[in-house]
């Protein structure tokens, strides 16, 4: 027997979301990252990396503060709906929904490649529609049964990961040539450096998937800020570190779109390259994993707001999921994944990702005017102006990098606000008649 009044368990540690964002943050962006940027700003490669920390700290140092106000499972969402108007508050949820399922395909289509460089069938074809489909039912199922097991997993890949980023250092560190490192040509102009910048945003994007899962963190508004603000610090340190040995270690860090398996091949041959490829994988499988566990949580929240049919508010009795709200979020994700080609599925999630960061921005904006707002535990200075500012400068991102997705967003968007409105006008016709 299911039934929506089931509730969540809140089992997840301080530990445990620290996990999820490594798994979020230390992923696919970073692999590739080193030979597009290099490709762009050469030995300003560096500052570029930087620029994009610094510009993203105040974006996450807002969630933080906007995690510590809320309990509740939805993170931008539920964040949007406490301070926005409802039709602007469901935009944050159900884009901020197709954009994990379109980063998932993303991912997944990934995999493949990588999975191709060891068995080429793959990569086309049955074979590959195959590895797609068991792909999504294995990390369903794995969504479906829980979210200790989930959890359980997802530190699992979490610790792969990090094992696989200090072995890559650890190996390449010492065959780093100084030469490489100097910095000979000019600063890249305006527009390339911006360009550049993009890249790097995009490999920190995802940190919002603490947030979706607080419904089920046992102490939510005290972890979401540490593990926001750890994984900031983990992520930026891995991504410095695996720019420093492919740069200084490549020859010619743009004559790959694999820069760290290029590091493999050129110190210890075929077998270094297998090795670095394998690890590539593990960095994905545990980001597939976690966005198909947040995505089922965004549409159980607007569920369990009216904003989408109840029926996708329903929790397993037992596994104490949202097990339709799962069951549709793989489905749409790996459907994506079966049609998409990955340049497609990458750029239309981060633009719709981007836009609900914005309006989350002018969210804690407008939570920092109000005497009523929920109390934040941990406290940003000068809350409102750090909001506009981060809200100012993900807009200048969207416009310089998202302008082509502009009409394919506007339609979905359209086809969730058609959605919206038709939930609420059963509801109305539902309702009973006032005595």
Same mark, same amino acid.
């Given at each position: 027997?299911?039934?929506?009044?089931?509730?969540?368990?809140?089992?997840?540690?301080?530990?445990?979301?620290?996990?999820?964002?490594?798994?979020?943050?230390?992923?696919?962006?970073?692999?590739?990252?080193?030979?597009?940027?290099?490709?762009?700003?050469?030995?300003?490669?560096?500052?570029?990396?930087?620029?994009?920390?610094?510009?993203?700290?105040?974006?996450?140092?807002?969630?933080?503060?906007?995690?510590?106000?809320?309990?509740?499972?939805?993170?931008?969402?539920?964040?949007?709906?406490?301070?926005?108007?409802?039709?602007?508050?469901?935009?944050?949820?159900?884009?901020?929904?197709?954009?994990?399922?379109?980063?998932?395909?993303?991912?997944?289509?990934?995999?493949?490649?990588?999975?191709?460089?060891?068995?080429?069938?793959?990569?086309?074809?049955?074979?590959?529609?195959?590895?797609?489909?068991?792909?999504?039912?294995?990390?369903?199922?794995?969504?479906?049964?829980?979210?200790?097991?989930?959890?359980?997993?997802?530190?699992?890949?979490?610790?792969?990961?990090?094992?696989?980023?200090?072995?890559?250092?650890?190996?390449?560190?010492?065959?780093?040539?100084?030469?490489?490192?100097?910095?000979?040509?000019?600063?890249?102009?305006?527009?390339?450096?911006?360009?550049?910048?993009?890249?790097?945003?995009?490999?920190?994007?995802?940190?919002?998937?603490?947030?979706?899962?607080?419904?089920?963190?046992?102490?939510?508004?005290?972890?979401?800020?540490?593990?926001?603000?750890?994984?900031?610090?983990?992520?930026?340190?891995?991504?410095?570190?695996?720019?420093?040995?492919?740069?200084?270690?490549?020859?010619?860090?743009?004559?790959?779109?694999?820069?760290?398996?290029?590091?493999?091949?050129?110190?210890?041959?075929?077998?270094?390259?297998?090795?670095?490829?394998?690890?590539?994988?593990?960095?994905?499988?545990?980001?597939?994993?976690?966005?198909?566990?947040?995505?089922?949580?965004?549409?159980?929240?607007?569920?369990?707001?009216?904003?989408?049919?109840?029926?996708?508010?329903?929790?397993?009795?037992?596994?104490?999921?949202?097990?339709?709200?799962?069951?549709?979020?793989?489905?749409?994700?790996?459907?994506?994944?079966?049609?998409?080609?990955?340049?497609?599925?990458?750029?239309?999630?981060?633009?719709?990702? $981007? *836009?609900?960061?914005? #309006?989350?921005?002018? &969210? +804690?904006? =407008?939570?920092?005017? @109000?005497?009523? /707002? %929920?109390? !934040?535990?941990?406290?940003?200075?000068?809350?409102?102006?750090?909001?506009?500012?981060?809200?100012?400068?993900?807009?200048?991102?969207?416009?310089?990098?998202?302008?082509?997705?502009?009409?394919?967003?506007?339609? $979905? *968007?359209?086809?969730? #606000?058609?959605?919206? &409105? +038709?939930? =609420?006008?059963?509801? @109305?016709?539902? /309702? %009973?008649? !006032?005595?």
């Amino acid at each position: 027997m299911h039934t929506a009044a089931a509730p969540l368990i809140r089992a997840l540690s301080r530990r445990d979301l620290i996990g999820i964002l490594v798994n979020t943050m230390i992923a696919s962006g970073m692999m590739a990252a080193p030979a597009k940027v290099f490709a762009l700003a050469q030995g300003w490669s560096f500052a570029v990396l930087g620029v994009s920390a610094l510009l993203i700290a105040p974006l996450i140092l807002s969630f933080a503060e906007l995690g510590s106000r809320f309990s509740g499972t939805g993170g931008p969402y539920l964040y949007a709906r406490a301070a926005l108007p409802g039709a602007m508050a469901f935009s944050v949820g159900w884009l901020l929904w197709i954009s994990q399922a379109f980063a998932t395909a993303t991912l997944a289509n990934l995999l493949v490649t990588y999975l191709a460089g060891f068995v080429p069938a793959l990569s086309s074809g049955l074979p590959r529609a195959a590895v797609l489909i068991a792909l999504g039912v294995t990390v369903t199922a794995i969504a479906l049964r829980g979210i200790r097991q989930s959890a359980m997993t997802s530190n699992v890949f979490a610790v792969l990961k990090l094992g696989f980023v200090v072995g890559f250092i650890v190996a390449g560190v010492a065959f780093i040539q100084p030469g490489h490192l100097e910095v000979r040509t000019p600063p890249p102009g305006p527009v390339t450096f911006a360009q550049a910048i993009l890249i790097y945003i995009y490999a920190y994007l995802g940190f919002e998937r603490t947030g979706v899962l607080a419904g089920e963190a046992r102490d939510p508004k005290a972890d979401v800020p540490v593990a926001l603000l750890v994984s900031l610090a983990v992520a930026t340190l891995a991504y410095a570190l695996v720019l420093l040995v492919c740069v200084g270690v490549l020859d010619d860090p743009t004559a790959t779109d694999r820069p760290l398996a290029e590091v493999g091949r050129q110190l210890f041959g075929e077998v270094g390259a297998a090795v670095i490829s394998a690890g590539a994988i593990l960095v994905i499988l545990g980001t597939v994993l976690v966005a198909t566990v947040a995505m089922g949580r965004l549409l159980l929240a607007l569920a369990e707001a009216g904003q989408v049919p109840a029926v996708l508010g329903t929790v397993h009795r037992r596994w104490r999921t949202p097990h339709p709200a799962l069951l549709i979020s793989g489905a749409l994700a790996f459907g994506f994944a079966l049609i998409s080609d990955l340049l497609t599925a990458l750029t239309f999630s981060t633009a719709t990702r $981007v *836009l609900c960061y914005i #309006l989350c921005c002018l &969210a +804690l904006w =407008r939570l920092s005017r @109000r005497p009523d /707002a %929920p109390t !934040p535990q941990f406290r940003l200075p000068a809350r409102g102006v750090v909001a506009l500012v981060s809200a100012a400068i993900f807009t200048v991102v969207l416009v310089v990098g998202a302008t082509k997705e502009v009409p394919a967003l506007a339609g $979905v *968007l359209a086809v969730g #606000l058609g959605l919206f &409105a +038709l939930t =609420r006008w059963r509801a @109305r016709v539902r /309702a %009973p008649a !006032p005595v």
